[in-house]
């Protein structure tokens, strides 16, 4: 488990200069326990977001509050009570680590520069309250980045949101740039690719790898979210890295809720379906996933890898998410200073 987060002066840079430039990363976000009562707050913010789930807002209502969050909060909170940890939950942890590491490495690059901020887009910190920190901190240029390396309007587009409805109460709004997505972009897939092959080098190749992207209804994409095809130009991009071919490595969709069509093929089905092929073992990476979070660590490693057993496999071997590694913290440093480009530093400035 990484390191937590070291405090940062919220009014000064490591070089005495007070900050100018803003980094903002948004991850999902998590309950504060792993209870039914932290779980119910959390989930009537997340799935209550049209942008997640788009329904008539009268319709949507009625259904979350007489029924979902009658039942799935109990679920739920027993699903986050087995990947709980002493610090926490993982994806915050997780998150806060990369938060951290990141900000040394920015520091280390462009010292006095940046000053980062770790947000959740349901849940704490919320955007809202790190957007205030940061003016206070004196930040007049912000850069956004939503830890989804693919765009979809129900994740990317969401916390985009949430930003413009904080900037919009906001008297003297800082400047804004967001950066979209990152799902090409070629250090973030040599970043995966280098995790892939490390802990092949540890732990030994399966006889699959298989790559599970968190789903969304097949209605969105027919409606113009990109979010499909930039998972499988992730795929085509890590699968050209990596040597492999369409038979080594292939693509699922996980996650999905309500009876409607979502992205196929479903990862349950392909991962028992692998087992029932003869494939014995299953490597499963999460391309979609910045940090570990219920859905890496309790969906895929647990409840997807007994599917797997059950069918008649013998393991399925979860491949963790980047985290904080060297390869994330870097890849990603350079994609901040890159669309930071055009922003007079502190030294620029005079300071």
């Known amino acids: 488990m990484p390191r937590p987060r070291t405090d940062i002066d919220p009014d000064q840079t490591t070089d005495g200069h007070p900050v100018q430039t ?4 948004v991850n999902l976000g998590t309950p504060d326990a792993p209870t039914a009562s932290a779980v119910r707050p959390y989930l009537a913010e997340f799935l209550g977001d049209a942008r997640v789930i788009d ?3 009268w319709l949507w209502w009625l259904i979350l509050h007489g029924v979902i969050l009658r039942v799935r909060p109990r679920r739920s909170a027993h699903a986050y009570a087995r990947i709980w940890t002493d610090q926490g939950s993982p994806l915050r942890v997780y998150s806060q680590a990369l938060t951290h590491a990141l900000q040394v490495e920015l520091d280390r690059r462009e010292p006095g520069t940046f000053r980062l901020a770790l947000a959740m887009r349901y849940g704490q910190p919320s955007v809202r309250q790190q957007v205030e920190q940061l003016q206070r901190a004196g930040v007049r240029r912000l850069l956004v980045l939503p830890l989804y390396p693919q765009y979809s309007a129900t994740s990317t587009g969401s916390v985009i949101d949430a930003v413009a409805d904080t900037l919009k109460s906001l008297r003297w ?3 804004l740039r967001v ?3 990152y799902h090409d972009d070629p250090g973030h897939i040599d970043a995966l690719a280098s995790g892939i092959e490390h802990w092949w ?3 030994g190749r399966g006889d699959r790898l298989l790559l599970s992207f968190h789903g969304i209804p097949e ?3 027919r409606e113009g979210d990109p979010y499909a095809a930039q998972c499988h130009a992730t795929a085509a991009a890590l699968r050209h890295r990596l040597g492999l071919d369409e038979t080594q490595m292939l693509v699922s969709f996980q996650s999905r809720v309500g009876r409607e069509a979502w992205l196929q093929p479903y990862t349950d089905a392909t991962v028992r379906q692998l087992a029932t092929q003869g494939v014995k073992r299953l490597d499963v990476a999460c391309p ?3 940090a570990d979070c219920l859905e890496t660590l309790e969906e895929i490693a647990m409840q997807n890898r007994d599917f797997f057993v059950e069918a008649g496999g013998e393991a399925l071997r979860y491949i963790p998410a980047l985290n904080d590694s060297t390869g994330q913290v870097r890849s990603l440093a350079t994609l901040l200073l890159r669309h930071a480009q055009g922003w007079p530093t502190a030294h ?4």
């Not at 803003?22 to 990363?25: D, Q």
């Not at 620029?348 to 300071?351: A, F, H, L, P, S």
């Open 22 to 25: 803003g980094v903002l990363l």
């Open 55 to 57: 329904y008539p807002r």
């Open 173 to 175: 709004p800082p400047e």
């Open 179 to 181: 950066i979209n997505d």
């Open 201 to 203: 080098a540890e732990h």
């Open 219 to 221: 209605r969105y994409v």
């Open 288 to 290: 979609g996933f910045a």
């Open 348 to 351: 620029e400035r005079g300071g």
